[in-house]
């Protein structure tokens, strides 16, 4: 099928370039690149669609989406994600393996991919922990779970803590050119925190962790990747503590890149309230200050990702106090309207967070999309940045509903969603 998206406002983050334009699609892919004046009748053999002038851009890649099967299936499944994703453009899902049961061998990963495939109306690509049952003993058969289809690998935030076995599996990665995600923390001290340390905590009466854990934690992994070689992608960077190593580590040509989830970057720990806990999510959310630091480093591109790190709870284990209720939040439909907040504001241009959300995912998983260029694939979203609405949770797609964004005044609708050319959402 051909198909030709015309009037529309082209959000291409490899070029960095917001424009009017058209885009062709063929059997697929995107074929052409058209000047804003083409019209249906330019090519009568496609199917058009008018874009309305709004705005076109490549699906987003969310690296780091937590689906509840195997094993969890009442919090989350392949289909109820897929559906929530669409409805927020994302393209590609980027699983993790911290499942009930993890996945940490092939036959486990065949079965979440087979339940992806047949369930989801977007793609799938899945990590496979690092170690057995994340446990951080025994290093899983990387080499055989990459050929099965992993893209990467990572025991979630369950931080590996002993070093030996974590150095032997950035070596053994090395030698296969495999990806290995972490998540930097100082499992000591951030051992049952509930937030960061702080006058707030204090007050709250929260067992919190200070923001130098972070960076105890990232020193310590980027030791390793320099006596390793190995390719290294930490999870989320959420401190200004942590980026002079984050930078030192990129200045001396480490394979590094960092992410940092939309909570993160929008929220700060003032929001937790009186024991919000839809807005526990781990690491914890952090002060105004850091927050603002992790924009600019993400606006610069010392952050590389911007992800939802969508984790689906249930009712049940977000109803207690705040220390014992679940930590995350689901972020899957509201990752594009939550990081609209930072156009808005005029701290991002659409080009630099799609870049964050789409591009610089695609491109460390070495995946094809996140691109509007011709051979690229043609998952896109059309949305427009500036309809306002206020969220209802009981409105989202996901089983779990447990959003910190929940009444909460947006801007930002997507309009449609395709994935290979072909339509899997429409508002």
């Known amino acids: 099928m051909t198909l030709l998206f015309h009037n529309a406002r082209l959000i291409d983050p490899e070029a960095g370039t917001e424009a009017p ?6 059997r697929g892919v995107i074929a052409r690149v058209l000047p804003a004046a083409t019209t249906p009748a330019d090519h009568p053999e496609a199917t058009a669609v008018d874009c309305d002038g709004q705005c076109l851009a490549p699906g987003i890649v969310d690296m780091g989406v937590k689906v509840g099967e195997p094993g969890e299936r009442h ?19 980027v699983t993790r393996a911290d499942t009930a049961t993890p996945i940490d061998n092939p036959e486990t990963l065949e079965f979440a991919m087979r339940r992806g495939y047949d369930a989801c109306p977007v793609r799938i690509a899945p990590m496979a922990a690092l170690t057995r049952n994340r446990d951080g003993r025994e290093m899983v058969e990387i080499g055989f779970l990459k050929d099965a289809g992993a893209v990467a690998f990572s025991d979630g935030d369950r931080v590996l803590t002993n070093t030996k076995v974590f150095s032997r599996c950035l070596s053994y990665a090395a030698g296969l050119g495999a990806l290995v995600v972490a998540h930097p923390q100082e499992p000591g001290l951030s ?19 200070s923001p130098m854990a972070e960076r105890m934690g990232l020193e310590r992994d980027l030791a390793l990747v320099e006596m390793t070689g190995a390719r290294y992608h930490a999870d989320q960077i959420t401190t200004r503590a942590a980026l002079p190593a984050l930078r030192r580590a990129k200045a001396a040509g480490l394979d590094v890149t960092a992410g940092i989830s939309i909570h993160h970057l929008t929220l700060n720990a003032l929001d937790v309230g009186n024991y919000r806990t839809f807005f526990k999510v781990k690491p914890p959310l952090r002060d105004e200050d850091d927050r603002m630091a992790m924009v600019e480093a993400v606006r610069e591109g ?20 705040f220390e014992e209720a679940a930590s ?26 799609f870049r964050a959300m789409a591009l610089n995912p695609a491109r460390r998983l070495g995946l094809p999309g996140g691109r509007l260029a011709e051979g690229a694939p043609a998952d896109l979203v059309l949305f427009n940045p500036d309809t306002p609405f206020v969220l209802d949770r009981f409105d989202l797609h996901s089983k779990s509903k447990n959003t910190p964004f929940d009444g909460a005044r947006l801007q930002g609708r997507v309009r449609g969603t395709w994935v290979g050319g072909t339509r899997v959402f429409c508002a």
């Open 328 to 353: 995350g939040a689901v972020g899957l439909e509201t990752l594009l309207p939550a990081a609209l907040r930072l156009y808005h504001a005029g701290q991002m241009d659409l080009p630099g967070l």
């Open 21 to 26: 334009g058209a885009l062709l699609v063929d």
């Open 302 to 321: 010392l952050i590389d990702t911007l992800s939802s790190f969508h984790t689906p709870q249930d009712e049940e284990s977000k109803r207690l106090p």
């Open 75 to 93: 919090k989350e499944s392949f289909k109820t994600a897929g559906l929530a994703a669409a409805a927020g453009g994302v393209t590609t899902m």
């Open 191 to 209: 051992a049952g925190a509930a937030a960061s340390a702080g006058k707030f905590a204090t007050l709250r009466g929260l067992p919190s962790v």
